[in-house]
């Protein structure tokens, strides 16, 4: 149960970011709400892409109460580390946060982009990318995932409500 993982640790508009340049150097810190005001203030941040045994991508649905591209498709799970948080520490962290998973994580690339979500605000962020392999299953928590579909193949969770799907999209190339 979702419940057994939370914590004190989940993230919160008033958790400090590390500010970083286009090197990620870090050069301060700021509340997670500020960063994601007006266009954005450059910090650190990382991106998780978890596949099941069958090369098929997990995918989160965002939450209805997320700030910035709320019920939108994303990636697997993405967050930031927090002041003095490794990014090893943040990823693993994260994401039994957000799904209730364990599993090695390897690094991929970092790349920099700034995306506008209309006067609500922006990301602008250093992203690293990280891929994971799992067979667990995924339990989502409901205030930060809308919906995910699993990497059995086949159920979206959503709220209370389980719907079937078949998860369409698949790894074309082995990792």
Known sequence: MYEDRVSHSTTSDSDSLILVDEADREVG??????????QGVLHRA????????????????????KRLW???????????PRRAETME???????YEELGLRCPLQFLFKFQ?????DATGA???L????????S??????PDRVGCAADEHGAQLLLGARRIELRLVLKLEQKL
């Open 29 to 38: 810190h700021l509340d997670k709400a500020r960063c994601h005001d007006g």
């Open 46 to 65: 990382f991106s998780l892409l978890i596949f099941n045994e069958a090369g098929e991508l997990l995918l989160q649905q965002r939450a209805a109460g």
């Open 70 to 80: 709320p019920l939108y498709w994303s990636n697997s799970c993405c967050s930031h």
């Open 89 to 95: 520490t943040a990823i693993h962290r994260r994401l």
């Open 113 to 117: 982009y700034q995306a506008q979500f």
């Open 123 to 125: 990301e602008q962020e």
């Open 127 to 134: 992203c690293s990318v990280f891929v994971g392999r799992t």
């Open 136 to 141: 667990d299953p995924v339990r989502v928590d």
